[in-house]
């Protein structure tokens, strides 16, 4: 702070607590500082001087004191195209108008991907952006998307809506303020109607989402997003598309275990598939929210990285939709000693031993309990086939590099399937593509069959819908997945991932690699089996295990196959990664391996 001196201060600005001593109370007065930003008081020098280190890491330098504000600079940042104008201290949600996260990127790629597929379906929707804050993510739709979508992006904060409407005319885009739930409408330009005008809203997400219907919603509020579920399945049209950002990964990711109770009414703890079971508790409050308003969903797309936990569900209205995803709501048995899952049985009667379900037998071998129930979580599938592959068809007609590696990843997790059995044909016709028993338009079907906005049916929606059918579970992926890391045993060097993955689909399981973990397996064997195919083709460290004890082979495996098995698969794990290699893809699949599970 040039210009300015650290200086005490001894006025009566900062009581002491009085003292009291016999019949006299008197106070005294301390010396102490004064912050320039936020008018502190601190009476250490020392904490003075830590608490402006932290204004100035959160870039906050200006003094509120000074007489004339100094006018505010902007930064010009550019993504996919659009371009967006932010204040300097852009990346401090709690301190500025107009947060963005760049680290974001993927989430906002993600959720183009699935607008744009519903785009094909039904043109042109309405779009709700109910979190603008710099209206990047409507700003991309509008400006890719053009006459398919209607775009509206709200925000309550006045410095957000006049930051927006800014950001519109930076991008060349007409703009329809509505800043009042009365019709009070300001055209820019020449107040018509065209398909470059983005309609920009100033009122609570709740109230809006109230208002007005809308064919997509994305909520992405600056913590969890339980708050405005009950108003999102309110008006949301029938198949329409929900997303949801949720950004409270300390909650969900079991390290503030009472906050998960407190806004889910979940029970969690911390395991080795905690992503997963932050998805499945945040799919599960969805669809509560939905089944209050007599609507199911079904889930596209789930995806929990280090930042946020993303999910993306379709709207099906109906009491009987809502009552069969109300129905996947379920417990969870989790053992604490081997970490083997699985999810209680259906019906409401009282287990004498609740243990049994359980494929381990910890509970008999080791005292005391051995497991315990998490949950209500969501116990179908995380992901639908077909709509990724379309959100994959649509990320490399755009150009979204980052999303694709993701995206791939996704359908084989979704198939359960490795990569190189994958392909980008579907083996379905895709021109008839099925969700949840409703035959869904895609980019080949007619025009005729499209739906109409406000019909609360359709005719071929509903052909298709009285001959709904519960999806097979076999179809379905796996729940859960392994890390191979924590069943790794002392003393040996595993085999390659990629090869572990081939072992596990000659011994005849299905199994595929997992988003949520880089080392983790997806797989439907149970956790005895795992073990038993991870030891089996595992080498002795000659290194390090012999000197803490004799390692023992299993029976019936050469030492010579050992070596073999764990000198290859360096080819097929190299022409894996070659088929990603942007920085997630790196980010997700090329970590280092530890050096006792490197093989030599």
């Not at 359980?358 to 998490?374: F, I, N, Q, R, Y």
């Not at 086939?385 to 990843?409: C, I, N, W």
Request: charged share 25%; net charge neutral; proline share 5%.
């Amino acid at each position: 702070f040039p210009g300015y001196r650290m200086c005490i201060c001894h006025l009566p600005c900062r009581p002491v607590k009085p003292n009291v001593v016999g019949d006299q109370t008197f106070s005294k007065m301390g010396a102490h500082y004064h912050c320039i930003i936020c008018s502190a008081t601190i009476t250490r020098r020392t904490d003075m001087i830590g608490h402006i280190n932290r204004h100035v890491n959160k870039g906050e330098t200006e003094s509120r004191f000074i007489t004339v504000p100094a006018p505010k600079s902007h930064e010009v940042l550019k993504e996919s195209a659009t371009d967006v104008q932010v204040l300097p201290n852009y990346s401090t949600p709690q301190k500025t108008d107009s947060y963005f996260n760049p680290k974001m990127k993927l989430n906002r790629q993600l959720i183009f991907c699935a607008l744009a597929v519903l785009a094909e379906e039904r043109k042109p929707i309405e779009c709700l952006d109910a979190f603008g804050a710099t209206g990047i993510m409507g700003l991309q739709w509008a400006k890719h998307l053009r006459s398919s979508v209607k775009v509206t992006i709200n925000d309550c904060n006045e410095n957000s809506v006049t930051m927006i409407r800014e950001n519109c005319h930076l991008n060349k885009m007409k703009v329809k303020l509505n800043t009042k739930e009365d019709d009070n409408d300001e055209a820019m330009g020449d107040g018509e109607e065209n398909t470059d005008t983005i309609e920009v809203t100033k009122m609570d997400a709740n109230v809006i989402m109230h208002l007005r219907s809308f064919d997509f919603i994305h909520l992405d509020p600056f913590g969890t997003s339980v708050n405005y579920l009950d108003s999102a399945f309110r008006n949301v049209r029938n198949l329409g598309i929900v997303s949801l950002t949720s950004t409270d990964i300390s909650s969900l990711y079991a390290k503030a275990q009472h906050i998960a109770l407190r806004h889910y009414g979940c029970n969690i703890v911390r395991t080795e598939y905690y992503k997963e079971l932050a998805a499945r508790i945040v799919i599960a409050a969805v669809t509560r929210a939905a089944a209050r308003c007599n609507k199911g969903i079904e889930v596209l797309l789930a995806v929990a990285l280090e930042h946020f936990v993303l999910v993306v569900v379709r709207v099906l209205r109906g009491p009987s939709p809502a009552d069969d995803s109300a129905k996947k709501i379920r417990y969870l048995i989790h053992c604490q000693w081997c970490e083997e899952r699985i999810f209680q049985k259906e019906g409401n009667m009282v287990e004498e031993n609740p243990y049994q379900q359980l494929p381990c037998d910890c509970h008999g071998s080791m005292p005391g309990k051995t497991a315990v129930v998490l949950g209500p979580l969501w116990s179908g599938a995380l992901f639908n086939t077909g709509f990724l592959r379309r959100m994959l068809f649509e990320a490399v007609q755009y150009g979204l590099d980052e999303a694709q590696p993701l995206l791939k990843t996704l359908v084989c997790e979704a198939e359960c399937t490795t990569s190189k059995h994958f392909s980008t044909h579907s083996p379905y016709d895709e021109t008839k593509q099925e969700e949840c028993g409703v035959y869904i338009k895609t980019p080949n079907t007619s025009a005729e069959s499209s739906l109409v906005h406000g019909k609360r049916k359709s005719d071929e929606v509903m052909r298709n819908a009285a001959k709904r059918h519960k999806p097979e579970n076999s179809a379905e992926h796996p729940a859960f997945y392994y890390n191979i890391h924590r069943h790794s045993i002392k003393g040996m060097n595993m085999p390659k991932l990629n090869k572990f993955l081939n072992y596990l689909s000659e011994a005849g399981y299905r199994v595929s690699r997992t988003h949520f973990d880089p080392m983790g397996v997806r797989t439907n064997a149970p956790l005895a089996q795992f073990k038993t195919i991870l030891m089996k083709y595992s080498t002795p460290t000659y290194a390090g295990g012999q000197a803490e004890g004799p390692v023992h082979l299993p029976e019936g495996v050469q030492a010579g196959e050992q070596a073999q098995v764990a000198a290859d698969g360096k080819a097929e794990d190299a022409a894996f990664l070659e088929d990603g290699k942007s920085g997630v893809a790196a980010a997700m699949f090329t970590k280092d391996y530890p050096t006792h599970c490197a093989a030599e």
